[in-house]
């Protein structure tokens, strides 16, 4: 598998909507997660720049998908999406961000998976529940992070692991929907991360050669 050098990832562009967004061309994974669920660290933690997490952070950039590149010509991009559940956002603006996240995770064809970040002391809200169903339906492979493991003990945070893993079995989407432990603060889970990033990037063997003969 060609390895991805994440801390190459540089700013690329903000989309208020699908429409906005880049070309259809390359590969793309998305970070998803509640407000303060520590996504912008996540996001440093990966590619080991705070400027890509600071610009997903610049007041008028918070409600857009933000892109970054990865190298080889943009077509590997990481993408921020819009956080959720700010406390004093009025319903209107809630309901026009669901309906760009929903169109955006069901309508763009070069997005190959989706990390939905979650505090490991409360997940699955319904934010999270939310867009895991969204995802599900699309048929669109899910990470979760359960971030911020660094604030429980080793057994407890291990036990969460578990029961989420048990709740996606009863739900029967364990071959969709994985997850993992991660702490940006004790550079936890990092390369399970990575790995599951890189994965999903990568086109299937043979899929380059098709390409350059088309
Ligand atoms: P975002 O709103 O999802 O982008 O969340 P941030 O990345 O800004 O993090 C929200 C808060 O959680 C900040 O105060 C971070 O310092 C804190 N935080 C993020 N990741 C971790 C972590 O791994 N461990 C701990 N203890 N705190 C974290």
Redesign the pocket.
Known sequence: MTEINFRNAQFLISAPSLRECPAEEGAEVAFA?????????????LTNNGKL?RT??TPGRTQLINFFSLGQGAQQRLVDLP?YGYAKVPLATKREWQAHLSEYLYKRKCLRGLVL?MDIRHPMQEFDTMMLNWAVDANMPVHLLL?????LKRGAANNTLLQVNRSLKESGVQDLVSAQI?????N?GVQQLEQVITGWLNPPAGEDEASVKN
């Open positions: 997660g509640r407000s303060n669920a520590g996504k912008s660290s996540a996001i440093n933690c997490a997903s952070k956080g970040l971030t911020k493991s660094d604030k991660f702490s940006s603060l004790k936890v």
